[in-house]
């Protein structure tokens, strides 16, 4: 079975500096998508960045990108500039490229507080 | 609609009673999930339905939780005889093919208190 660790429950970063929330994950398929979703108070879930594990190149989007070790097993998101909107749940997830569903796997998830 | 719409938004159940609560994906979307997300945790699978093929339920917790999408589109989840730990906030996801690259869209959810 799949397991997906977030060890930072809280965390606090000031604006317009960078912050990087850890994520860990357990699996013996070689192939398969990590996540990182963020879910403001409002509660929608939101995709922030992927990564696919066959892919060696980290992912970035604008301010937003991973440190993906594969090998290690480690998969940590890094947000730069942090803006105030930027305070929200941060979900690390995982989804096996095989199989009849397609389901995310969550950690427990990181509070991020960006203060002013 | 422009994105995954539930309802209710809150329920307030007397433990004992059954709920039901409604899911309207994203027009098009194949995939749909339920996720069952308690208090200070991450989102929990239940259950996945491809059109109207309900092709994975083994994250539903017991037999008082039924999902369906009869027509491939609008889901509901329903919960019978309501317990206390069922409280949680329910997500619904829908994604526009099976074979996604994981981009789920989530609607808001319906969060259940049980009394």
């Known amino acids: 079975a799949q397991t997906v660790t977030q060890s930072q429950p809280e965390m606090s970063v000031q604006e317009a500096e960078t912050v990087t929330l850890s994520c860990t994950y357990d699996?013996?398929?070689?192939?398969?998508?990590l996540f990182w979703y963020k879910q403001p108070p409002s509660r929608q879930m939101i995709l922030v960045i992927r990564?696919?594990?066959?892919?060696?190149q980290n992912a970035t989007e604008n301010r937003f990108s991973v440190n993906f070790q594969k090998a290690a097993k480690s998969f940590s998101l890094k947000i730069s500039d942090s803006q105030l909107g930027d305070t929200a749940m941060y979900f690390c997830?995982?989804?096996?490229?095989?199989?009849?569903?397609?389901?995310?796997?969550f950690g427990t998830g990181t509070l991020l507080a960006v203060q002013p | 609609g422009a994105g995954v719409s539930q309802s209710p938004r809150y329920k307030v159940a007397k433990r004992g009673q059954d709920v039901a609560l409604r899911c309207d994906p994203i027009s098009g979307h194949v995939s749909l999930f339920w996720y069952q997300q308690a208090l200070g945790q991450g989102p929990e699978f239940l259950t996945y339905f491809q059109n109207e093929a309900q092709l994975d339920k083994s994250g539903l917790p017991s037999d008082r939780f039924f999902a369906e999408r009869p027509e491939g589109s609008v889901s509901t989840l329903k919960i019978q005889r309501t317990q206390q730990e069922d409280s949680a906030v329910y997500l619904c996801?829908?994604?526009?093919?099976?074979?996604?690259?994981?981009?789920?869209?989530f609607g808001e959810g319906s969060r259940l208190t049980v009394l």
């Open positions: 699996t013996s398929e070689n192939n398969y998508y």
């Open positions: 990564q696919e594990a066959y892919k060696q």
């Open positions: 996801a829908s994604s526009l093919e099976r074979s996604n690259t994981g981009e789920l869209f």
């Open positions: 997830a995982f989804m096996k490229q095989s199989g009849a569903t397609n389901k995310l796997i």
